[in-house]
């Protein structure tokens, strides 16, 4: 089975703070993606990445940036926190452009 | 309008019924569609995908698709009590080829 592994399960940060949220995935998939997942909106996309060095902003990238070293590994970063960024982070990674294979089992961030 | 829509219930079936979830999204050109299942605090999973027109089986899971009418639909045979959970529809859109998922239906099976 596909692993997808993120840090941290539970993070709380200071407003103004910058905040990195890392994951790494163990099936050399090339595909890695960042989601928010927020009551009554669902998931929706902040990045995702097809490959080493390549990222391509989603839907919601303000405020946000990620980094690509490696192939297994896709870091989320905030460049200064803010309280509209508490939610739930997850990562997840794909074989496939067409979907989303497997999910990390989320960050719970609190910006206070 | 959404890109993606579901109802968001909750739906409440007896348990060895049948659940029939449904959604619908904006995009025509859409080409592959997936159903994910969440239990509350956990992350999505993915139970099915489909990219053809007509009915894909899998165990006690259908998903059909009617890309004519813009919808796809997952069924859950005999549904158990462990079925209870949010299910997650995910339309891979061609403008981006990005998923975007909609916001979800709560499935409660009671015993």
């Known amino acids: 089975d596909v692993k997808v592994t993120q840090s941290s399960r539970y993070l709380v940060k200071r407003t103004g703070e910058k905040v990195f949220l890392e994951c790494v995935q163990d099936m050399d998939h090339e595909n890695m993606f960042w989601y928010r997942q927020d009551p009554g909106l669902g998931l929706r996309l902040i990045y995702f990445s097809y490959d080493v060095k390549m990222k391509e902003k989603g839907d919601i990238p303000e405020g946000y940036s990620v980094s690509r070293e490696k192939k297994e590994r896709f870091s989320l970063i905030l460049e200064s926190a803010s309280t509209n960024q508490t939610s739930m982070y997850l990562c997840?990674?794909?074989?496939?452009?067409?979907?989303?294979?497997?999910f990390g089992s989320g960050t719970r961030l609190t910006v206070v | 309008q959404k890109e993606v829509e579901q109802n968001s219930g909750p739906l409440s079936v007896p348990e060895g019924a049948i659940a029939s979830l449904n959604c619908t999204y904006s995009?025509?050109?859409?080409?592959?569609f997936f159903w994910y299942r969440q239990y509350s605090g956990k992350s999505p999973e993915l139970i099915m995908f489909i990219y053809s027109n007509g009915d894909k089986e899998d165990g006690r899971f259908t998903a059909q698709l009617n890309k004519a009418s813009q919808y796809v639909s997952l069924l859950i045979r005999d549904s158990q009590p462990s079925d209870s959970a949010t299910y997650l529809c995910a339309v891979n859109i061609r403008d981006g080829n990005k998923l975007v998922f909609g916001a979800g239906t709560i499935l409660r099976v009671k015993s």
């Open positions: 995009d025509r050109g859409s080409q592959s």
């Open positions: 997840a990674s794909s074989l496939s452009r067409q979907g989303v294979e497997a």
